[in-house]
């Protein structure tokens, strides 16, 4: 082994060490992964100073290449680890940095705003799922009625002092809107062909109209649902437990029923139907007027002169009806006392339901 | 009616334990709806089928039955001079159908002044203001017993043969009359007067004259109770739009029998308040005795329809119910029958069910047992049902896109809906007796009133509005005419009525956050709104076989809508899209009034409202509007079958591709080119515009279009190369058809 060779032997080797501890100074003061990245080009990269010490082994003696390369590589393999170990804290710090940063979480959220279904929809839907578990079929009928179909079929002949219950708008002739939804009653029951034994179940909800001028109480137009059953067999103790079964779905379990003899002219007997008022618990408030009792729907048997009309025999087929104004029963249940309220379509009033 | 508890007490045999809050209990319940108005006060609603109810006696006889206690009213007596009356009064009834029964008293000596206290009291605390003593007897005497009186002065009367002359007759044509409330009324041959020979004194059961009025100084009055026929009096009531007690208690129906009674009692009155003195007798004409009715009666059927059994109430206990409403048994014609005599104060009971309701409602409706429905496993309905669906997944489409549900008055005025029936080429249905102006018509679209909606919400500080309703409007039509009182075909409409969807959006698109600014709406928004329901309803259209397409607005929307911000959408009829297997079904849903050429049918609008309706509607902005019909909707849903695809195996490829082309080539067309390439036609599955720009560096008159195509096939990776050739061929295919550039 030659003297000079051993000296070339021993520089290189500080150099090595130079690096290494350059690389460790260096690697100290990076602040980014971008900043390890390029220590690690300056002394790993192609033309890294490690690399260009590799380059120069070739002019060392054959025995000296062996040895300077194994410190080369235990230095490159200290220098990797040495960035291995400074971008895992680089990562700690980022990761403590990035869970340090707040925000205000008081500022409001951006919200995709569903809008809202009336309350009329959503109540007229409630009664008529109500119906529907009671086994009734919903149908349809026209808001223009003729006058037969709207009051004479309905036992309302044109004298009868009911017609002015129920001041009607009139379009030409004897074409009218409809003051109930009541006429669906007879179309159903003119238009079946069973008329001997049938066995009928059927609610409609839809548009009635009255004459009436615009006030707290009062519309020229509201919602009525109407449910009709008839069968051969039909009596008032069914009609009684429909109308229980009715009250206790839409208003609470625990709503009781009274129910008191009343007049339409397509019914009798006629009812008019009471529920413990929902707002006080019937003691006393300004819902139901103190009297722990609200009004809600109008009910009775299907008066013999309506089958006859329609071409049935009232002595073997009989029948109840039962209707309720949608309108009466959202106000109660929402306590408004304002049924304008509720066609003035104020965002801010429908965005409640 | 207005009931004081006092004199009931004396009328009826009330515990006096019962409370005046259970006797309005006890009347509620039996029927008759009863509020206590004062301390001695009860408010009685009674219905028009009950016009026995509408006294004192009535609500006496009422409260007997329902607590099983007698009555107490004596029949009222009156002393009496020896003078017959027949000698200072003489009546005719020249038309007995009309008036069955005319009766009448004299009492002479009278002095008019004002009614002692307590009459005072009585009348008030029943709502009806004193006048003077002989008037308020009369009017006591109906309150009290519910029959009409009505009082002349006999001195003022023509006279024949020294005697006061009264004739009911039918007025003749033309004649006059000057009534009590100062109107001079033209009468007709439908009436029925009360006359002297001199002319009519009284339109019959309705309301009094002047001539003939009892004044101060009045000395001789006569009085009249009579019994006119309802009908009669309530065509009176209705031709002279004329309420009056009276007439309200004669057009329901009196008692005919009632009248010696309500004589007697006012007679009485007369001599304790007045002074006056009654001539002998009462003049009494009643030509044709009006018989009680006569009702049979099956217990049988009264247990089946009110669900009582017989264990529960027998037989007899019907009977001395019957008994106590004064219905009289009169024979038992078969096994089961029995007859009853029903008295005439109740003209409401003339068959079995009204006698049913009578035994039901005394009972007490709570005591009747409840019973099962009997649901009928197959019901067979006439009627088409309602599909509820369709309008519910309406609903949840656009309160998901943040519409708020309205509900707007079907009735609206002729100048707002004109425009929109002369755009729909329809008849407006006018009201015969509107209650207002405003609302004079049926309304021809949903708009009108969803405008007035959005414009109060915008007045009151809300400018972002989405608004949607679901309605019918309605058009008039000839309507076929029918005999009156006989049944209409069912199938007979009085008027066209169509439901429709509209909308209305104001303000912005609604993007809002405390870092961004929302932008105001424009014509895409509220097409997205569109494309979107129509998506939730299972209707894609962007498959090519899809009827329904957005069109340029028609020309007869253009007064309506901004015509170059405005679509109509359409459907589409076979002759023009072929190979679509269900279409000709549409032929059959379109509404009437949507016909628009032989090619395809409007089936609704959108766009922006024209700036003079806002103006109209005091909108500071021109809203976004759109009106669809439902009942296409519901045909097109029904038929959109739900056919779900997994999603795609192989990668999709995006190019993008920037095109220069005139103003006037849509988006569409740039669509229909790049699609009719047959293997576009295969591998672009989507194509998306990105961008559009127009500015002085690709000229005048152009624009250009930025989008992306995605490029998928169903059965492998396509490749660089094959994408290269097909994005060539599509490039060359916009050159030459629609004289594209391309942008680099």
Redesign the interface.
Known sequence: MSAAGEEQHLAVSDKLRGIQQQARDDLRNCRTNKEVEAVRVRILGKKGTLSQILHGIGQLPQEKRREVGKEANVVRADINALIAARLQTLGQQQLRSELQQHIDISLPGRRLRQGSLHPITQTGSEILRCMRDLGFVIVDGPEVEHDFLNFTALNVPPDHPARQMQDTLYLSGQALLRTHTSPVQIRVLAALSDKKQPRLQVASLGKAYRRDAVDATHLPMFHQVEALYVAPDATFAQLKTTLNACAKRLFSHDTRVRIRPSYFPFTEPSFEVDVSCPCCTASGCRVCKSTGWVEIMGAGMVDPAVFQTVGMDPETVRGFAFGMGVERVTMMCHGIRDIRLLYDNDVRFLRQF | MRINVDCLRRLVALPPSLSIQEIAQRL????L?T?VDQEKILDVAV????PDALSHLGIARELSAVLQVPLLGNKPRCQEMQASVDTVAHVTIAHRRACPRFACRVVDGVSVGESPAWLRERLESCGLRPVNNVVDITNWVMLHRGHPLHAYDRDRLARQRERASLIVRPARQGEVLETLDGCTRELSDQDLVVADPQGPLALAGVMGGKRGEVTNQTQSVLLEAAYFTP?VV??MV?RHRLTTQAGYRM??GCDPAAVVDALDEAARLMQEVASGRAYKGIIDVYPDRIKPAVVAFRPSRFY????FSERGVDQRCLLRLFGSLGIETIGRPGNDAVCFSIPTFRPDLT?E??L??EA??LLG??R?????????PR????????N?STL?RI?KA??????????????GCLSQHEPFAAAKGIQT???????TEE?NV?RTSLLPGLLA?AA??VR?G?AT????EIG?V?A?RE?PD?P?????G?E????D?TLLLGGVMTGTN?D???D?EPKPLDFYDAKGVMQELLACLGIDQSLANCPLQFVPLPQSHHHLLHPGRSAALSLCHPERSEGSPHLSKHEEILPRCARQDDKQSVIGTLGQLHPKLAQEYDLPTCPYVFELDVKTLRVMMKQATVHIDPPPRYPAVQRDLAVVVAESVTADRVIDTIRSHKQARAWVEDIRFFDLYRGPSIGQGKKSMGLSLILRAADRTLTDDEVAVLMQEILAKLQTELDAAIRS
């Open positions: 509620t319940l039996a029927g709806e509020e219905t028009p089928n009950r009908q309530r065509g209705q057009e329901r089946e329809i009110s669900g068959r069910i009204d049913i309701e039901m409602r409706i709570d009747v047992p409840q019973a099962p429905l009997v649901v009928a019901q067979i309905v006439p009627l088409q049902e309602t509820t519910r609903r656009l309160v998901g896109q943040g519409f708020c549900e309205a509900l707007t008055l079907s009735l249905a006018q009201l015969h007796n509107p209650l609302m049926l909606a109060r919400n009151h809300t509005v989405r608004l949607f019918t309605f008039a309507q029918i009156p009182g006989t049944m209409p069912l007979a409409r009085q008027a009525e609604g809002e956050g405390f961004r």
